[in-house]
């Protein structure tokens, strides 16, 4: 009795902020039982399960016997949060050529506190071989997306120092057996608003001119599009972005 009176007298942000908690709990998961996201939340069992049936009539989450899963509606949704982004728009055109050109998996992401969050994944025969997903996270310090990012927010260490100076990163083997990257930051000097990379497997993937060029002259496509436009991209308005360099010139031209 005390559960459900103190649930009904949640305030709407105390309800949000205990939707966001079972939502979260999801992050990394396929599928959870009661049990799970009671643990993983640390709500009780009886709002949980109030709350999970439903989130589940609003298509937020699908239930099959004992086991949630992300519904169709979230998923709806984050479709529409990535192709409505202005960044994404302006980005998708020359990630697609970067990806005829090499042949390789393209990816553009955002830094998003010590993690990258993937908007766009181009990979043809190779994408199922990379275990990344749009919308999807990893440590940013372990992809060269997010060292590439890292690079211009002041992260200490001889690695960072040689990708501010190159405008390079590299990954080898760090998140993908057998598979490297090659990553350039988007936007201005020590203010960029993306990163895109490539990735292949190490058997193919060359760490020289023939990969890092093409990848380079993409960044500098995007963020001339981007810069031209002055558009602020809508997942990264929190950030002091698009402020021009003092010559106006984009970073790695």
């Known amino acids: 009795m005390t559960i459900q009176v103190e649930a009904d007298r949640l305030t709407p942000s105390a309800v949000l902020d205990r939707v966001s908690l ?7 998961a396929g ?50 949060a990535v192709h409505q982004d202005r960044l994404h728009a302006t980005a998708l055109p020359h990630l697609q050529e970067l990806q ?13 506190g010590n993690d990258i969050v993937y908007l766009e994944k181009l990979g043809g025969r190779l994408m199922s071989a990379v275990p990344t997903r749009i919308g999807g996270r990893r ?28 405008g390079i990163a590299y990954e080898r083997e760090e998140s993908v ?20 990379s490539v990735c292949g497997p190490l058997s193919h ?25 002055h558009v602020t991209p809508t997942l990264q308005r929190h950030r002091p972005l698009f402020t021009s360099s003092p010559a106006g010139e984009p970073q790695y031209a």
């Not at 005829?100 to 998996?105: D, E, I, Q, S, Y």
């Not at 940013?140 to 990012?149: D, E, F, R, V």
């Not at 200490?156 to 190159?166: K, L, M, N, V, W």
């Not at 380079?216 to 496509?221: G, I, K």
């Open 31 to 80: 599928r959870l039982t009661l049990a799970q996201i009671v643990r993983r939340t640390g709500l009780p069992r009886s709002s949980a399960h109030r709350m999970l049936e439903r989130l589940v009539s609003m298509r937020w989450l699908h239930r099959e016997g004992r086991d949630y899963t992300l519904g169709l509606r979230l998923m709806e949704l984050g479709s529409l």
């Open 139 to 166: 440590t940013a310090h372990s992809t060269a997306l997010g060292k590439a990012l890292l690079a211009y927010t002041g992260t200490p260490g001889q690695a960072y120092d040689h990708i501010r100076e190159s």
């Open 100 to 112: 005829r050109l090499t042949g390789f998996v393209v990816h553009l992401a955002v830094l998003d």
């Open 205 to 229: 993937l060359r760490f020289d001119h023939r990969i890092s060029a093409p990848v380079r002259m993409t960044a500098t496509a995007v963020w001339r599009m981007l810069d031209r436009n």
């Open 22 to 28: 079972v939502l979260d709990a999801f992050d990394g």
């Open 177 to 196: 057996p057998g598979f490297g990257c090659i990553a350039v930051a988007i936007g201005p000097v020590g203010s960029p608003v993306a990163a895109l």
